[in-house]
Nanobody
Framework: QVQLVESGGGLVQAGGSLRLSCAAS????????MGWFRQAPGKEREFVAA????????YFVDSVKGRFTISRDNAKTTVYLQMNSLKPEDTAVYYC?????????????????????WGQGTQVTVSS
């Protein structure tokens, strides 16, 4: 069982930056692929970014490429989403998700249905 707690959301002006953190419980965090999703009001949850269990595989939705980065610190059992050059359309509740434990090749996963555990979400609001 893995518990995920997101933090770092808030209100920021367009062009600003935020760093989201997702702290995971459990001693096998390093064996979990991690992902970030977001859901804006009235819209479906969408994939944002993912990182493989080894950290060597990352993937981003086209709309955030070049602006967002994903990283993980296995010693701190935490995954991060660094968001730069934020736009009003980035406004959403951001969710952290975990899939695993995994062994073998380290893939990043983009489908919400592929993840096993979810956090409660953190609100990100970007004003114009």
């Amino acid at each position: 069982q893995v518990q995920l707690v997101e933090s770092g959301g808030g209100l920021v002006q367009a062009g600003g930056s935020l760093r989201l953190s997702c702290a995971a419980s459990g001693r096998t965090f390093s064996r979990y692929a991690m992902g970030w999703f977001r859901q804006a009001p009235g819209k479906e949850r969408e994939f944002v970014a993912a990182i493989g269990w080894s950290g060597g595989s990352t993937y981003f939705v086209d709309s955030v490429k070049g602006r967002f980065t994903i990283s993980r610190d296995n010693a701190k059992t935490t995954v991060y989403l660094q968001m730069n050059s934020l736009k009003p359309e980035d406004t959403a509740v951001y969710y952290c998700a975990a899939k695993g434990p995994l062994y073998g090749v380290s893939y990043s996963y983009t489908g919400a249905e592929e993840y096993d555990y979810w956090g409660q979400g953190t609100q990100v609001t970007v004003s114009s």
